[in-house]
């Protein structure tokens, strides 16, 4: 993704958070605002930056990874402020990323994700795809569930 497309994206996302629920947003204008929102979560993620992710997360927001793990928003915030994965990437392959709409309040995520970097149990480069779950709240998209698969095998 080029510099000017993740200026781009931050830019929708921040807005997204900003302002008050659209109240007459198209499908396709909220499927951006998911979609840019979705993406500069995962750079949030990226740069170990909490407060970032603390204002997209769901404050009641839960994430259950392929191994059976269950983590909650708290877990992901202090993971982030301990920076307890260094990541050199956590980045959605291009092209693999699509947004669905069910009814106006609930949207759905669904890429494949490479995760590359360092961690308790040390280096890690591995992708997956995981599908992430907004809502609409009052003020704006939230990520409210996650679940991720197990890692593909190395092809």
Known sequence: MSPIQKARGAAVALGVLLMPVLAHATPEQDRAAVAALDTEYQAAVERNDADA????LHPDMILVVGRGAVFTREDL???????????????????????????????????????????????????????????????????????????????
């Open 53 to 56: 992710m603390a204002r997209i």
């Open 77 to 155: 915030l202090r993971s982030a402020r301990e920076q307890e994965f260094i990541y050199e990437r956590q980045v959605e392959e291009e092209g693999t990323q699509t947004v669905r709409l069910y009814g106006d309040d609930t949207a759905i995520v669904t890429a494949l994700l490479w995760l590359k970097g360092t961690g308790p149990d040390g280096p890690f480069d591995r992708r997956l795809w995981f599908s992430d779950t907004y809502v609409r709240t009052p003020e704006g998209w939230r990520y409210a569930f996650g679940q991720a698969s197990l890692s593909l095998p190395t092809p």
